[in-house]
């Protein structure tokens, strides 16, 4: 199969990573990293109710109406760069759907 | 001490060949999940398990079984292994309270079928 989608940055500038989700009652979404040779852990969360959300570097946007979901990561580090999951809680299968992750590349 | 763990770590087996992959967790979680990762196509649900007495099916669980044999351990069988089987697989974790489901993720097994 195809490689995942990769997107490139220098170091300090500010990264954004987009997803588009499948079902627009979806409860909560997600941002999960996944650095080289490891599992994927969770790197944010917003509830279906807001536009956006601010944690620390990160920030989450939302957009339902187009079912668009996007990471914003400030002051870009090399230590940022992995690949990134969005998922999504969709009510009555209680368990989680993945997006096929974007390559986050950040150059010195 | 992680608190999911999987073995092995990395698997080359040959076709026709019967493997198991083993899940432990510390978390006290009762949900726990087997993915397979493949370049392009994310994360795929195979099997999940809610408590110790339920198994289900997720999209891909053809040529695949799991067994729950504690709250702790969930492991994958693959009963003849096929080279489109060759993938990396995580097992996870969760304790899911309301809609919020965070998942905690194993290191992953790089399986390689011959």
């Known amino acids: 199969g195809e490689d995942v989608e990769q997107s490139l940055f220098r170091e300090g500038d500010s990264s954004v990573i987009n997803c588009t989700y499948t079902?627009?009652?979806?409860?909560?979404l997600y941002w999960y990293k996944q650095e080289p040779g490891a599992g994927l852990q969770l790197l944010t969360y917003?509830?279906?109710?807001?536009d956006m959300k601010q944690d620390q570097r990160l920030t989450v946007l939302l957009n339902k109406k187009d079912k668009h979901l996007s990471l914003r990561i400030a002051d870009t580090q090399t230590g940022d760069s992995a690949i990134y999951f969005c998922?999504?809680?969709?009510?009555?299968?209680?368990?989680?759907?993945f997006g096929t992750g974007t390559r986050l590349l950040v150059s010195p | 001490d992680a608190d999911v763990t999987q073995t092995p770590r990395n698997r080359i087996t040959k076709t026709g060949k019967r493997i198991m992959l083993e899940c432990s967790q510390t978390k006290g979680h009762d949900r726990m999940y087997w993915y397979r990762q493949d370049p392009g196509l994310g994360l795929r649900l195979i099997y999940y398990s809610f408590d110790v007495k339920d198994i289900n099916k997720g999209e891909i669980s053809d040529g695949y079984s799991v067994s729950r044999q504690a709250q702790a351990k969930f492991s994958l069988s693959l009963e003849s292994a096929i080279p489109n089987q060759t993938a990396l697989y995580f097992c996870?974790?969760?304790?899911?309270?309301?809609?919020?489901?965070?998942?905690?993720f194993g290191p992953g097994t790089r399986l390689t079928v011959l």
């Open positions: 917003i509830f279906s109710n807001m």
């Open positions: 998922a999504e809680s969709i009510p009555g299968f209680q368990k989680l759907v």
């Open positions: 079902d627009s009652s979806s409860t909560y």
């Open positions: 996870a974790t969760s304790d899911q309270t309301g809609g919020y489901n965070e998942q905690f």
